[in-house]
């Protein structure tokens, strides 16, 4: 069933801040007003114009606050305004799109910010003299209290009980020597973002190979994020007022053609209602709500901007999407589906490995690179993806489109 909201959603404005590992000269609400600032400024807009807003960031320990939104308030320019939180995991950005837009698309409000956040550096380990040993150690604070989190659970963990599970499904796929090519990939398009935390590294499929294992065979150093510390700002409104915005500002609007979440049970097993091996059903439910809602399909979509914490989950994910068959995600590239190969643009941003992955935000970052992709390069359809939790629990997929002033 085609999903219609009350009204329709645009993006008319956008700004991130850099990504870096450490953001030392700014704190986290000074990098949200920033990100805030900027975005106001793309669509030259005024702080009065806007209405509400939703932010998103991951956890309160690396904060060192219970409720560390209340807070963003009075620093946004939002005070005595809606600014509910959304935290879901690495899927804490798609999620507070998802807010924002119902937002607006259900007439509560023309004007919403869409912000996200992320710092740690409060977490600072003066031993490893990195955040790494506590940042690890709050990440795995999402595990299960009473088993899994005595087990030394990791973020990574998580993420490879799926790629392992689907390489036993599928032996054949996930090669090595495609993996190395999509990185190749990826840290060059990184380059041509001025934003991304890691646009000076030169990477090879050797050097891929022969980079340290992190879990064997699921993925090795170089297919795998760093910390970011950064924040993102998307400008939401609704039809009528976001032509009006557009025109002031000169940037066509990018509508919010459709949007689609889903979650996946904790647990696994090997029929449902557990979680399945080898898949993950939450993108594929969530990217299919999102093609229903704006009557298109994957053939449609011109640019992808993926949630790829680790890159063999990029492969699965572009299977589960739509994009190759599910045991074929190899097809990427000997297919010559993504670019430079073909003509699918895939996480142009350089995603999360090359681009950055701060947690609250790192989605609205990926909407961000979308946005500026289908303006600059004039194309019609986007599809934006997040996933987050053990075992890639929470999906959410949106697909943008591009208007006309």
Sequence with gaps: MKRVPKRKVAIVGAFTTPCRARWLSKTIWELA?????????????????????????????????AIPESSFLGHMGLAFKPLPRVTNGGATGIYTFGVAFDMVASGRHDVVLCIGAE?????????????????VQTIAWSWDPLFERDQGATAADSYAEVILSYMDQHPKDLKMDIRG??????????????????????????????????????????????????????????????????????KPPIWIEGVGFANEPYWWGIQHPHKLPGRIESDYLAAKTAYEMAGIGPKDVSVVELHDAFLPQLEITMAEMGFVPLGRADDLIEKRIMAPHGKLLVNPSGGLIYGGHFVGGSNMFSAWSARRELISRGLDYALVHGTGASSSQYGGAVVLKRGVI
């Design 33 to 65: 007003q920033w990100a805030v600032s900027g975005a106001l400024q793309d669509a030259k807009l005024k702080i009065d114009r806007v209405e509400a807003g939703v932010i998103g960031l991951y956890n309160d320990i690396f904060a060192r606050q």
């Design 119 to 135: 710092k740690a550096t409060d977490c600072y380990d003066f031993m490893s003299e990195t955040q790494t040993p506590e940042v």
């Design 181 to 250: 090519e999509i990185l190749r990939i990826l840290c060059e398009q990184a380059k041509n973002n001025p934003n991304a935390q890691r646009r000076d590294e030169i990477v090879t499929p050797e050097r891929v190979a022969h980079s340290p294992w992190i879990i064997e065979p699921a993925f090795r150093k170089l297919e795998t994020c760093v910390y970011t510390e950064g924040a993102c700002c998307l400008v939401f409104a609704a039809e009528g007022v976001a032509e009006e915005i557009c025109r002031d500002s000169g």
